[in-house]
């Protein structure tokens, strides 16, 4: 008993040594707004989310619930805005903060949020500490989502939701238990109420694309998997009817209704140079300097995880041509590369033959812009094949000290 009560306690101070290091990480990259009291001005932050976030923080401590915005033109729903996110949990904090600076704190702790959901799935795939905390660290400091925590708020708080969706679909996966079930269920809420319905939108089509594999993968199928699945579906759409309702309302009447036009929803596709960027991200200027010369804009392309991340999902996929066996990852790391190529493909948009066919021809992909978007699953899956590839790494060449961590 004394020796098993022990090992608890080991096991509980690393996960908390890996919380503090992913807390330090979100410390360090947001050090300026975080210490001295600076926030995000530029662009949609200024224009968009602190006013709406403003306003539905007012209603919400008057008592009311923040429904309308009377302030745009002759006025026009606020709660029914999806980005606006009125009924996310993690929102508090703009009631307990000033506005402004609750988006920065509210982003630093979707920053741990995203390392911390990568790094779980990566324990429960079978990943060892360091390899898994190498994935996190991956997807937390990415360019997909760093360039749009300043800029994009509603992407930034969607995108962590994708790692911890397949945290929990790997627990359901593994075990299919009603309580599984119910935690991706949670999980599938919270990241839909989170404000960012492309992101989402996305990161489920990647969710149940896992789920197949997986399963594909275990060699088994029962009703009562397909039973779990649906009943997790339903507390995840259940969770977040409160906002997805008014919003198909609100869908219903605008222009959206009837999807987008081919030109608006090819604008932001990939540019194919922008590929460079993956190894050299200021290749093509930075708007920092104010000298970008690229297409699309920064952020929309910025697809850059870091050399080191790079070098090791390009060993993940060496080790699994080696057959290395489970150690490697074996069919996860082909799921992965599989769905980096399939995403990357559809990032290009109008850049090949694909997307316009699945434009002109499937439901769904004519209700939103950016194509280059689908560079979300492309970071998640690099920043998997990373976990990989550290795993596959001989153990002398991390240090004995790490590999044993």
């Not at 926030?39 to 539905?56: K, N, Y």
């Not at 990566?122 to 400091?141: K, N």
């Not at 649906?230 to 919003?247: D, M």
Request: net charge positive; proline share 5%.
């Amino acid at each position: 008993m004394g020796r098993g009560a022990g090992f608890e306690r080991r096991v509980d101070r690393r996960e908390l040594e890996v919380v503090a290091g992913l807390a330090l990480f979100a410390v360090m990259l947001l050090w300026r707004p975080l210490l001295t009291g600076e926030v995000f001005f530029w662009g949609t932050p200024l224009l968009q989310f602190v006013p709406w976030q403003r306003m539905a923080a007012s209603m919400w401590r008057q008592g009311h619930l923040p429904l309308w915005n009377p302030l745009v033109g002759c006025g026009a729903p606020l709660a029914a805005n999806y980005q606006t996110a009125a009924f996310y949990p993690l929102n508090l904090l703009y009631l307990l903060l000033p506005v402004a600076v609750a988006l920065v704190w509210t982003t630093a702790l979707h920053l741990l949020l995203t390392g911390w959901g990568m790094y779980r799935w990566g324990r429960a795939v079978g990943l060892e500490r360091f390899p898994a905390l190498i994935g996190g660290l991956t997807l937390a400091g990415s360019a997909f989502l760093v360039t749009r925590i300043a800029l994009f708020p509603s992407v930034a708080v969607t995108f962590p939701w994708l790692a911890v969706w397949l945290w929990r679909a790997e627990a359901l996966a593994r075990r299919w238990r009603l309580r599984d079930a119910l935690g991706l269920g949670l999980a599938l809420g919270l990241g839909l109420l989170a404000g960012h319905a492309q992101t989402a939108f996305y990161g489920g089509l990647l969710l149940a694309a896992y789920l197949l594999f997986r399963t594909v993968q275990e060699g088994r199928y029962t009703l009562r998997q397909t039973a779990y699945v649906g009943l997790a579906l339903a507390v995840g759409v259940g969770l977040a009817a409160v906002q997805l309702l008014p919003t198909a309302e609100l869908m219903a009447s605008s222009q959206r209704s009837a999807g987008v036009e081919y030109d608006f929803a090819m604008t932001y596709s990939l540019w194919p140079w922008r590929l460079i960027t993956f190894v050299a991200p200021g290749f093509f200027g930075h708007p920092g300097r104010g000298d970008y010369a690229g297409y699309p804009n920064y952020w929309e392309g910025a697809g850059y995880v870091g050399l080191l991340p790079l070098l090791l999902a390009v060993e993940a996929v060496l080790s699994g041509c080696r057959g290395q066996g489970k150690r490697t990852g074996g069919g996860q790391v082909w799921f992965w590369v599989g769905s980096a190529a399939v995403a990357l493909t559809l990032a290009l948009g109008r850049n090949t033959p694909i997307f316009p066919f699945l434009f002109r021809h499937v439901p769904t992909f004519d209700l939103f812009q950016a194509p280059a978007r689908w560079l979300a699953v492309v970071t998640v899956a690099l920043a998997a094949l990373a976990g990989w590839g550290a795993q596959a790494w001989p153990r002398g060449h991390r240090g004995r000290r790490l590999g044993a961590w």
